[in-house]
């Protein structure tokens, strides 16, 4: 009968600390899922600002491109009409305004392609920086989501 007791005393203590293990356990679960939350959702915190502030910068951009095409624009259009002036300045009998037209025309279409050149590549390595930084925005988001 002795042997029955000390049995379910040993039955009794070790159900207990099972018990007790299982149950801290789950605490540390608890603990350690909780705290992937916060991580995961400070980190799409994270995420969501820096998409945010990418499209802020794109539509400052896009801004920008309307207004250097609007330039652009007024630019050709002055350029066409001072054209139209030289030309009918050239097509009176004066062979001195005919010499000057010809020799402005070409002048200054050369001049308003070099310009419109200049501006353009200028545009163009802006547009190229945003890209490249908005490839690294989203490249980090996606490594942030994976090691989560």
Do not use: C
């Not at 330039?71 to 050239?90: C, E, H, K, Y």
């Not at 004066?94 to 419109?116: E, K, Y």
């Not at 353009?120 to 980090?140: D, K, P, S, V, W």
Request: glycine share 8%.
């Amino acid at each position: 009968m002795g042997d029955v007791a000390s049995l379910a005393v040993a039955l009794h203590l070790n159900a207990a600390s099972f018990k007790a293990q299982f149950s801290d356990a789950l605490k540390s679960a608890d603990s350690s899922a909780q705290q992937f939350n916060q991580k995961a959702q400070a980190e799409t915190r994270k995420t969501k600002q820096a998409f945010q502030d990418l499209g802020a910068g794109v539509k400052i951009a896009d801004a920008d491109f309307g207004r250097i095409h609007d330039r652009v624009r007024s630019n050709i259009t002055g350029f066409d009409q001072l054209r139209d002036v030289l030309a009918n300045v050239a097509s009176g009998s004066s062979v001195a305004g005919s010499t000057l037209t010809s020799a402005l025309i070409p002048a200054l279409g050369n001049g308003l392609t070099t310009a419109i050149g200049r501006s353009t590549q200028t545009i163009y390595q802006q547009r190229e920086a945003m890209i490249a930084l908005a490839t690294e925005q989203i490249n980090g988001a996606k490594s942030m989501i994976e090691n989560a």
